[in-house]
């Protein structure tokens, strides 16, 4: 009596967490699933990027003490300000699945990319602030700071932009 009790527990069991983990969707933390993000979150990143020009450039840099690298710098403005948790690297940012943007339907907010190293492949990145213009941290011996996507090198080498965040 005591086994057959069992046996049905264990099958019991088996079945609530077989049917609770094919109802199980883990939350992206990036793409589609961001879209709800408040605008105001994106505002909050944009304002906050603003205050952070100036911050030197550090190649793996993560913080303000230390300084920041291009994609470091968007990882720590989206995380901080945002909550939403970005890929670390330009490439991985550029490689996935967040909404990819058109040049002329860009927002606040959006991950701008560019290649400019010679080979090819998208090798920088900076948040678009809106009116054409983008913050980034540009290279060793520079600061982060604001630059036109309509200058002649960043127009020549941009590449496309991502929307990690709801355009709202």
Same mark, same amino acid.
């Given at each position: 009596? $005591? ?7 264990? $099958? ?11 109802? *199980?969707? #883990?939350?992206?933390?990036?793409? %589609?699933s961001l879209h709800n993000v408040p605008s105001? %979150? ?13 911050? #030197? *450039? ?5 913080? $303000? ?10 990882? *720590? ?9 970005? #890929? ?20 606040p907010g959006d991950a701008v990319f560019f290649?400019? /190293? ?19 941290? #540009?290279?060793?011996?520079? /600061? ?10 960043? /127009?020549?080498h941009y590449t496309t932009a991502k929307r990690?965040? /709801?355009?709202?």
């Open positions: 009596m $005591i086994k057959s009790f069992l046996t049905a527990v264990v $099958i019991g069991l088996a079945f609530v967490v077989s049917t609770a983990s094919a109802n *199980y969707q #883990p939350r992206s933390t990036f793409g %589609s105001a %979150s994106i505002e909050n990143v944009v304002d906050r990027a603003h205050q952070l020009l100036g911050t #030197p *450039y550090k190649w793996g840099g993560t913080s $303000i003490d230390q300084g920041f690298d291009c994609s470091s710098l968007l990882v *720590y403005l989206f995380k901080t300000q945002a909550n939403i948790q970005i #890929p670390r690297t330009t490439a991985a940012m550029h490689r996935s699945t967040a909404a990819t943007i058109q040049r002329n339907a860009l927002k290649k400019g /190293n010679g080979r090819g492949r998208v090798s920088h990145v900076g948040l678009y602030i809106g009116e054409g213009k983008f913050i980034h941290s #540009p290279r060793t011996g520079k /600061n982060v700071r604001i630059d036109s996507l309509s200058n002649r090198y960043w /127009n020549k990690f965040h /709801n355009a709202g």
